[in-house]
């Protein structure tokens, strides 16, 4: 069974604030690939990133990065000097090999940025 | 470009009533579709998905069903809608790809109250 679990429920920062969001998964696929959604108040999901289980290499784009270790099975994402705009609850997901589109989400963490 | 649409954005049904919630998308042919729900405080749950016209594979059982009468058309439907099925809506589609790792893009959601 593959298994996603955001721990941070929710994280209040202050805009120009580092935060990273963090991402703990599950499955006894040997290849997979994971992604972060993001989901601002309009409730539709955006794509952010998509990563396969071979490529460990750290990614960035803009103000966002993100951070795969498959030793400690984690996927987190930092976004560096938050905005406003970044208030939105941000999903991880998980797909196996075989899973073709069936993601296992987590339970996703809500991020609000002040002013 | 391709692009999803889902109606009704917004529903408020008694209990025991039925539902249709649709999902089309333009500009790909052979998509695969998804629905997804999302319980109030919780992730994405699978409930359906669709490699072709007529083939639905059910995740969870549950009092709903899906239909496909064309290739780009979703139709999530109740006969009897029960208090349990208030949520998220959320229908997705992919690349007709068995490569792995397909970026589901979603619709804008049906937020579905029963009562």
């Known amino acids: 069974a593959q298994k996603v679990t955001q721990a941070q429920t929710e994280i209040s920062v202050v805009e120009k604030e580092d935060v990273t969001l963090d991402c703990v998964y599950e499955?006894?696929?040997?290849?997979?690939?994971l992604f972060w959604y993001k989901q601002p108040p309009s409730g539709e999901l955006v794509f952010l990133i998509r990563?396969?289980?071979?490529?460990?290499q750290n990614e960035i784009s803009g103000r966002y990065s993100w951070n795969f270790q498959k030793s400690t099975s984690s996927f987190n994402f930092t976004i560096t000097a938050s905005q406003v705009v970044d208030s939105a609850v941000y999903f991880c997901?998980?797909?196996?090999?075989?899973?073709?589109?069936?993601?296992?989400f987590g339970q996703g963490t809500i991020l609000t940025v002040h002013p | 470009s391709q692009t999803i649409h889902q109606w009704p954005a917004t529903l408020v049904q008694p209990v025991g009533s039925p539902l249709s919630l649709e999902c089309t998308v333009e500009g790909t042919s052979n998509p695969n579709l998804y629905w997804y729900r999302q319980a109030a405080g919780r992730g994405l749950q699978l409930l359906f998905y669709?490699?072709?016209?007529?083939?639905i594979s059910s995740e969870v059982p549950q009092n709903l069903s899906a239909s496909r009468p064309q290739d780009r058309q979703f139709i999530l439907s109740s006969k009897k809608l029960l208090l349990s099925d208030s949520g998220f809506y959320l229908c997705a589609w992919s690349r007709d790809s068995y490569s792995g790792a397909n970026v589901l893009t979603f619709g804008a959601g049906s937020r579905l109250t029963v009562l």
């Open positions: 990563r396969n289980s071979f490529d460990e």
């Open positions: 499955t006894r696929d040997t290849t997979y690939y």
């Open positions: 997901a998980l797909e196996g090999g075989t899973s073709y589109g069936k993601l296992t």
């Open positions: 669709s490699v072709g016209i007529g083939q």
